[in-house]
């Protein structure tokens, strides 16, 4: 018999975490929810956190948690990196805000445009978020046609124009496998933005030409993420990925890669291992260095509808200073040698805990395009990925993954609550192995 259930594991949870417990509560009486982020919640209640340092976080609740979560893979450095510490107080004493153009955010420009293969200009915003938004504007800017395509399982930020089909689940009215309908993932978001959407399913070449075809003369554009990031982790094929930028290039339809997290794939990003170039890039989370910064890049001939002033997009914050340097601090600690070092330990970590469920045929695996944001899974049979986000619905116990996700961290690793993990540069080998030596743990304890 397993001597890990679901309700152990949250009898634990809150005892270890009745601290945290107690400040939920209280901020509710001023917070809708007691704080800002819905996603911070973690089984019954978020994970209050007062202190970071490198690859760890102290919570209220006086435990030291080596931090698989990261806000979301933002932190590939980790926390109070010394680089990023340096930047942020270089910048502040000669102002931190203003109505001025500043040199910074050239050299960030410079930087992404060095790294992304498919960018050769760049603006910049306070989110991926609102650049995601921006690039659905400028594709319906620079092609004229006002409806877009988006993959089920994908995620590109709360907006109500995207915050459709990212979360659906097999009791909402979304179709057919082959002919996935839109839902909205939140109320508040008027018919008109999901009838706007034509959605795809992931790896599914024959159902995608089909509906690519059929809506052609009014989309603007397709978004999606090499490796979804929100719908259970699926990455999509090399082979399927060209084929969709010769279809779209036929159809005049603009590729837009949504890069936000797996910009942290390698030091040209995502794109850079597929080999493909969209005509726009979405790009977040690290490029900020911790700090609220999302950037929108693309080729010279579909930004310049920006410059133009075919498309108009502004905001107040857009490219703060402060966020500027954080990123530029980041992304210049992550050269070559440090993706290399994130995407081996990420190895490490499938390998050995991948190998470990094989040899005692428990259904469990680490999974994901090989590098350093992984998720993992209690699967419901001999499958150990998913190559769609219906799939994850199929193959994935969400019973018993909830569960791990909620052990690991009482057993101090932090994860992300859905099932899903990244890696920060100032993880030693020792940090790889009490990873590995975590999961197996809990795994063995919940198989029985």
């Not at 009745?18 to 800002?36: D, H, L, M, Q």
């Not at 706007?196 to 399913?201: D, H, Q, R, S």
Request: hydrophobic residues 40%.
């Amino acid at each position: 018999m397993p001597s890990l259930t679901l309700d152990s594991a949250l009898d634990t949870f809150s005892q270890r975490f009745a601290t945290s417990a107690r400040y939920s509560r209280e901020g509710s009486e001023s917070i809708p929810g007691g704080y800002s982020r819905s996603s911070f919640n973690f089984g019954p209640h978020a994970i209050f956190v007062e202190r970071g340092e490198g690859a760890r976080i102290e919570t209220v609740d006086g435990h030291s948690m080596l931090d698989l979560n990261n806000n979301f893979t933002v932190n590939v450095l980790g926390h109070d990196h010394p680089a990023i510490r340096e930047a942020l107080l270089a910048a502040i004493p000669s102002g931190i805000s203003f109505g001025n153009p500043g040199l910074l955010e050239g050299r960030l420009a410079e930087i992404l445009i060095e790294r992304v293969p498919s960018v050769e200009r760049v603006q910049f915003s306070c989110s991926a978020t609102e650049s995601c938004m921006s690039a659905i504007r400028v594709a319906r800017g620079f092609t004229g046609r006002t409806r877009y395509a988006k993959f089920e399982g994908g995620y590109h930020g709360f907006s109500d124009v995207l915050h459709i089909s990212s979360h659906a689940g097999p009791d909402d009215d979304c179709g057919s496998d082959t002919d996935p309908k839109p839902v909205p993932d939140s109320g508040g978001i008027p018919a008109n933005d999901v009838a706007n959407v034509v959605m795809l399913p992931q790896n599914d070449w024959e159902s995608c030409e089909r509906i690519l075809r059929a809506n052609a003369a009014d989309l603007a554009c397709l978004i999606l993420e090499l490796q979804s990031g929100a719908g259970g982790l699926v990455a999509l094929d090399r082979d399927f990925v060209a084929r969709l930028r010769e279809l779209t290039s036929e159809l005049g339809i603009l590729l837009i890669f949504d890069e936000t997290i797996s910009l942290r794939a390698g030091y040209h990003g995502a794109q850079g291992l597929y080999g493909v170039t969209p005509d726009l890039t979405v790009m977040g989370k690290m490029i900020g260095g911790g700090m609220p910064l999302g950037a929108l890049g693309g080729s010279a001939e579909v930004m310049g509808a920006l410059e133009s002033g075919a498309v108009s997009i502004s905001g107040t914050h857009h490219g703060h200073k402060l966020a500027l340097a954080a990123g530029i601090a980041c992304m210049e600690t992550m050269d070559r040698a440090a993706f290399d070092r994130l995407n081996a330990c990420a190895g490490r970590v499938m390998s050995e805990v991948n190998g470990w469920a094989a040899s005692r045929g428990v259904p469990f695996a680490v999974y994901g395009a090989g590098y350093s944001h992984l998720s993992y899974g209690y699967f419901t049979g001999p499958e150990r990925e998913a190559r769609s986000h219906r799939d994850y619905w199929r193959l994935v116990d969400g019973e018993r993954t909830q569960t791990i996700s909620l052990e690991l961290a009482n057993r101090g690793i932090f994860p992300v609550h859905r099932g899903e993990f990244s890696l920060s540069l100032p993880m030693s080998d020792d940090d790889i192995s009490e990873i590995v030596a975590t999961f197996t743990g809990v795994v063995a304890d919940l198989a029985g």
